[in-house]
């Protein structure tokens, strides 16, 4: 499990941490991991061109010793101080006595950053290395005017960028990004994940993330703010069939989707179905030959969901169109329901709330916006707070569909992110693929976040085996299901 933690526990931690251990033990222990992972990217350090880009908190400090550490290697290394009256003095001092200077004054110490605009950004864009220490998890709203110029002279800059901690400008507990921001290739990050490394828009500015243990670890609570499933997590998820299993106890899934106008929506949210690990696919709505043509193994009843026979586990939704009343049939079943596509727009909130068996919803962000009464933009701004509000909004488990999928309970508690999937899914129908996949496993008995983040796993890497870097439709995906299961299991 790759678990991630709020800035406020991650504070907690290094207090506790810090009295055990002698003054600027663990500053030193980032600047180790920083400094050999800066190495790792660049390849060759003796005679490259770094660049530290240092603001005033600890975050500039790790950079300075690191830069330091750089220095001593045979790197020519300057820094460019934000403020300069406020630096980090042991970390500056390292950093002369290991060779390096401060960009802008061409001597070495005593010059602010300020003495050369012109020559910082030209320092910026010879560089073989830029490393940004603006600010870490110390950083409030957007980038102030200086630190967003510097980052916008980054973004043209040739040079590999090595964010410390988090690239500067993004949040760290909620991956929003409020204006510029540092585009890294690597950020190197200390003791555990923070959220917004992990979602969108954040993650996509922290390129790939290394975490550099500096004994966080022992001190952080069990519960994270934020986890992200992993293959063996998924593979102990994974339901498998047993010697005394049969069909009803592998769990019945009922499909309720479709319509004349889209058949197809039942047909793709059945293929899904199958390849979730239910031992049997009942499907009702107006699209059972379609359905059967396809997949004969399906249970086509041609009664409502109420009269449809035995079912541990509810879709409802995808291609629907308007019909509201099967959408509250569902609702009243007491098994785990799951709503997606239409029936969200058809789904009563009081009928949601007042359900005791667990309810999964899957928007994607426009269907999560319109719930929400809010622009798209917005949830894509601010995924996290939008999959939470929903859930508490609805009480129900909400899974947010979207280049990073989140997956949140009603109650709070830790909230699943994925990120196995590729824009290549962002295909017609891949969505109803997945609340296919989804209410298998919560007719197999996972819990709604168990079954929506393993679905959303699994889902993620067909949609990787299905395109192999071309496109690939949804039937596809679900083809490529049996495959990343195999894969989990592996
Ligand atoms: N946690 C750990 O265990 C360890 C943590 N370590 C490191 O410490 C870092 C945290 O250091 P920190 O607390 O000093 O804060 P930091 O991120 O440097 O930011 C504060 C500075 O940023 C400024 N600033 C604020 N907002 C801004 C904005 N929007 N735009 C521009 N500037 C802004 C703010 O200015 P001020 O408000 O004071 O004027 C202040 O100068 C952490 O990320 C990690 O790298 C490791 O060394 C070892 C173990
Ligand atoms: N940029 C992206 N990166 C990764 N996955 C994506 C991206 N865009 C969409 N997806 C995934 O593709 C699926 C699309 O679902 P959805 O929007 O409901 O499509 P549809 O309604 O056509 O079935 C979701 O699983 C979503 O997470
Ligand atoms: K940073």
Not at 96 to 102: E, K, M, Q, S
Not at 253 to 276: C, E, H, M, Q
Not at 360 to 368: F, I, N, R, V
Request: with cysteine.
């Amino acid at each position: 499990m790759r678990t991630a933690y709020s800035v406020e526990t991650v504070r907690a931690a290094e207090r506790e941490l810090m009295a055990r251990l002698p003054e600027g033990a663990l500053m030193q222990r980032a600047a180790a991991g920083l400094a050999a992972a800066c190495a790792d990217l660049i390849g060759r350090v003796y005679g490259s061109r770094v660049v530290l880009l240092v603001g005033s908190g600890d975050n500039g400090g790790d950079a300075l010793y690191a830069g330091a550490r750089l220095a001593r290697r045979g790197a020519a290394v300057a820094a460019v101080l934000l403020a300069p009256e406020r630096v980090h003095p042991g970390g500056l001092a390292a950093l002369l006595r290991a060779g390096g200077r401060i960009a802008g004054s061409g001597t070495g110490a005593g010059a602010a950053a300020s003495a050369g605009v012109g020559a910082v950004e030209e320092a910026i864009l010879r560089a073989d290395l830029v490393v940004d220490g603006i600010v870490g998890i110390g950083g409030t709203g957007g980038l102030r005017p200086d630190a967003a110029r510097l980052a916008a002279c980054v973004g043209e800059s040739g040079a590999a960028v090595v964010a410390v901690d988090l690239p500067s400008g993004v949040d760290a507990d909620t991956g929003e990004v409020r204006g510029a921001a540092v585009r890294a290739d690597l950020t190197v990050t200390f003791g555990t994940h923070k959220p917004g490394l992990l979602i969108d828009p954040a993650r996509e500015y922290a390129g790939s993330v290394r975490l550099v243990d500096i004994g966080l670890g022992d001190v952080l609570p069990a519960e994270a703010e934020l986890e992200a499933l992993q293959h063996v997590d998924v593979a102990r998820l994974l339901p498998v069939p047993g010697a005394e299993s049969d069909k009803y106890r592998r769990g019945v899934v009922g499909i309720a989707a479709g319509s004349a106008r889209y058949p197809g929506a039942a047909v793709l949210a059945v293929s899904g179905a199958l390849r979730g690990g239910a031992g049997a696919v009942r499907y009702v709505g107006p699209a059972g030959d379609a359905v059967v043509s396809r997949f004969p193994e399906t249970l086509v009843s041609d009664q409502g969901p109420a009269k449809a026979g035995r079912v541990q586990a509810w879709v409802v939704g995808p291609g629907a169109g308007d019909d509201a009343s099967t959408v509250a049939e569902v609702l009243e079943a007491d098994v785990p329901v799951l709503v997606d596509a239409d029936g969200l727009r058809l789904a009563d909130r009081d009928a949601v709330r007042a359900r005791t068996a667990p309810t999964l919803m899957t928007p994607h962000a426009g269907e999560a916006a319109a719930l929400l009464g809010v622009a798209r933009e917005e949830v894509e701004g601010a995924r996290l707070a939008s999959a939470r509000e929903l859930a508490s909004r609805y009480g129900a488990t909400v899974l947010l569909k979207g280049s990073t999928t989140l997956v949140a309970d009603a109650a709070g508690g830790v909230v699943r992110v994925n990120a196995t999937g590729t824009p290549w899914l962002a295909t017609a129908g891949s969505g109803d693929v997945l609340s296919g996949l989804a209410g298998s496993l919560l007719a197999s008995g996972l819990s709604a976040l168990d079954a929506g983040s393993a679905a959303a796993y699994l889902h993620g890497l067909a949609g990787r085996f299905a395109a192999d870097g071309a496109p690939a439709g949804a039937h596809d995906v679900a083809e490529a299901i049996p495959g990343a299961w195999r894969d989990v299991r592996d």
